[in-house]
């Protein structure tokens, strides 16, 4: 089980192994050491954000517009804190999904339509049958994919470090060697990933 954290730790700093891969190989190391919360975090991120909420760093704020027919798409702006909200959206696709949008998109920017009952409530709301949609800058996906990624990093054992944030504990020091013991909590809905530590000394 070393060996595979030590070789995930050397692909994360790979630029040529995809993020896809490296998700599914911290998968497998979190499946075999029995770590819930993290196994739970690399599934969302590998399946997409199907049932729980969307960690901080997946909400990415763009720019209303609404669709003129004769003048193309025109900003928009509700005002207040309702303007602010529906400028905000939570990503729920999956890296490898958002990955092909980044390297399929041309134009610098994502679009983004809102669902039946936004749609029809925004019309209400602003007296225009025109459509409104969500216009993301497409540096707002490609930072999902590098704050995964730096996440995924987070979970190595930095070098020189006696800590290994995948087991819980201290690594291996050396027979009789006084230690702590970590009992570690990663958080990967935190945006800088910290690890909440308790520690007892054996």
């Known amino acids: 089980m070393d060996s595979l954290v030590l070789e995930l730790q050397s692909d994360v700093?790979?630029?040529?192994?995809h993020l896809p891969d490296l998700l599914r190989k911290a998968l497998l190391v979190s499946r075999k050491l029995k770590i819930k919360d993290i196994e739970e975090w690399?599934?969302?991120?590998?399946?997409?954000y199907e049932a729980r909420s969307v960690p901080s760093y997946r909400i990415i704020t763009g720019e209303l517009k609404?669709?003129?027919?004769?003048?193309?798409?025109?900003?928009v702006d509700m005002g207040g804190e309702l303007h602010a909200s529906v400028c905000e959206h939570p990503t729920r696709d999956s890296v490898s999904q958002i990955i092909d949008l980044v390297e399929r998109t041309e134009t610098g920017t994502v679009m983004v339509k809102f669902p039946a009952d936004l749609n029809?409530?925004?019309?209400?709301?602003?007296?225009?049958?025109?459509?409104?949609a969500l216009h993301v800058?497409?540096?707002?996906?490609?930072?999902i994919l590098d704050?995964?990624?730096t996440k995924i990093m987070d979970l190595c054992p930095r070098s020189g470090s006696t800590r290994d944030p995948w087991r819980g504990n201290t690594l291996q020091q050396g027979r009789g060697a006084t230690c702590a013991v970590y009992y570690e909590q990663y958080d990967p809905h935190c945006e800088?990933?910290?690890?909440?530590t308790s520690a007892i000394y054996r």
């Open 13 to 17: 700093l790979d630029r040529t192994i």
């Open 42 to 48: 690399l599934n969302d991120e590998l399946n997409g």
């Open 66 to 75: 609404a669709f003129n027919p004769y003048r193309g798409w025109i900003p």
């Open 120 to 132: 029809t409530a925004f019309r209400n709301l602003m007296r225009t049958d025109f459509e409104p």
């Open 137 to 143: 800058p497409i540096h707002k996906l490609v930072g």
């Open 147 to 149: 704050v995964t990624k």
């Open 192 to 196: 800088n990933g910290e690890l909440s």
